[in-house]
């Protein structure tokens, strides 16, 4: 079990819920979720109480997360976009913070659970669909035709362009998941081959110098990954919002 | 260095013109020196950490494109009894809009229009 990749994406119920036949069970991946949450929630709470004219430390951390995320989406949405800011700081804030969480060991990363991640991705493109709508009306639909194409290969673009629309939710969700799944995999299996390989006498020992070094490499490269992912997250949701703001297609 | 460095002391001496436009050339010329292996530090570090991260976007955005497109044929012979004909023209487009979305995320082929929103965005900030 000590060398079993997979073990820690196990789903184990804490607290079993079952409301009308469905599975409602508080399970570990809940519980990491609301200590994502919690953490964030009271890191920020705490850092901006003292609004000091001149930051500490800990505020400058929370205001350099704002202009961060700030900034990303008035560079790809506009002034306008800024409306959405409390969903995609949210958004970042929770990717960021569950993925560095899942970094502790014994701890239970949430976004290496599809289910998860998309749920994020739908939750981002319900808001671009309905926005979308709401704001433009049916012009919001010109953005699956672009302009400038023969008149009679506008079905064919159109479906095309469409289908191209709806792989946005599962490519985002799959990249967030891919990554952190694939990392932790790498990173689980490389520390198996240490305690694999110094069981086998002093060669063995001598030997596993090499996977060692391979993990705290990695883990460097995971805790890059684990940002990269979530301003990449936050990067593809700001550009989609501005889809639903500016379809000018 | 060093010699270089009594010549334009030597030089500036005697006419303090032509010395300080040779200063200002070899300063431009150490910045420019620097310059140059900025970028290429820059470069290597972005090139060799986001090489990974370049893989997993392009491949997701093509993976995406198929399932999708499979995704809508098989749901709509399910509906429309139309099996398997759906499934094989549906995954044909996934296909194609996987290739576009990949192409799209390299930056090959443009946004649709970004031009034009570009240049309505910038019309719009004049107008503001």
């Known amino acids: 079990m000590a060398n079993d990749p997979i073990h820690q994406f196990h789903i184990q119920t804490l607290f079993p819920i079952e409301v009308g036949g469905m599975d409602f069970s508080f399970t570990n991946s809940s519980l990491f979720m609301v200590l994502t949450v919690a953490a964030t929630s009271a890191f920020l709470i705490f850092s901006t109480s003292g609004r000091g004219l001149v930051p500490t430390r800990l505020q400058s951390i929370s205001e350099m997360a704002y202009e961060f995320v700030a900034g990303t989406l008035r560079s790809a949405a506009g002034t306008e976009g800024m409306r959405f800011f409390p969903l995609v700081f949210s958004l970042f804030m929770f990717v960021l913070v569950a993925n560095l969480f899942g970094m502790f060991p014994y701890f239970f990363t949430v976004t290496s659970h599809i289910i998860v991640t998309f749920a994020l991705a739908m939750l981002v493109i319900l808001t671009v669909i309905i926005y979308g709508f709401m704001r433009n009306g049916m012009k919001f639909l010109k953005l699956f035709v672009p302009s400038g194409v023969p008149a009679a290969l506008i079905p064919l673009v159109t479906l095309i362009e469409v289908i191209s629309f709806l792989s946005r939710p599962i490519s985002l969700s799959v990249r967030l998941f891919a990554n952190m799944l694939a990392g932790h995999i790498t990173l689980k299996v490389f520390s198996g081959f240490i305690v694999s390989l110094s069981a086998m006498g002093a060669v063995g020992i001598f030997g596993s110098i090499l996977p060692l070094g391979m993990t705290v490499a990695l883990t460097a490269l995971e805790f890059l990954v684990a940002f990269l992912q979530a301003y990449v997250f936050t990067v593809l949701t700001c550009m989609y919002l501005n889809d639903a703001i500016h379809p000018s297609h | ?128």
């Not at chain 2, 436009?21 to 431009?28: I, K, T, V, Y």
């Not at chain 2, 420019?32 to 986001?50: F, G, L, N, W």
């Not at chain 2, 082929?109 to 719009?124: C, F, G, I, L, Y």
């Open chain 2, 1 to 128: 260095m060093s010699s270089q460095n009594g010549d334009n002391k030597d030089r500036t001496v005697g006419s303090p013109e032509a010395g300080l436009s040779e200063r200002r050339a070899q300063l431009n010329r150490k910045l420019d020196d620097i310059r140059v292996v900025e970028e290429k530090t820059a470069r290597k570090s972005q090139s060799s950490s986001s090489g990974y991260a370049q893989a997993m976007k392009l491949s997701s955005e093509f993976i995406a494109g198929v399932l999708v497109g499979a995704g809508i044929g098989w749901v709509g012979d399910q509906w429309f009894g139309t099996s398997p004909f759906g499934l094989i023209v549906f995954l044909l487009l996934g296909f194609v809009a996987g290739v576009l979305n990949v192409l799209r995320a390299a930056g090959v082929v443009e946004q649709p229009d970004a031009k034009v929103q570009r240049e309505k965005d910038v019309q719009n900030d004049r107008s503001k």
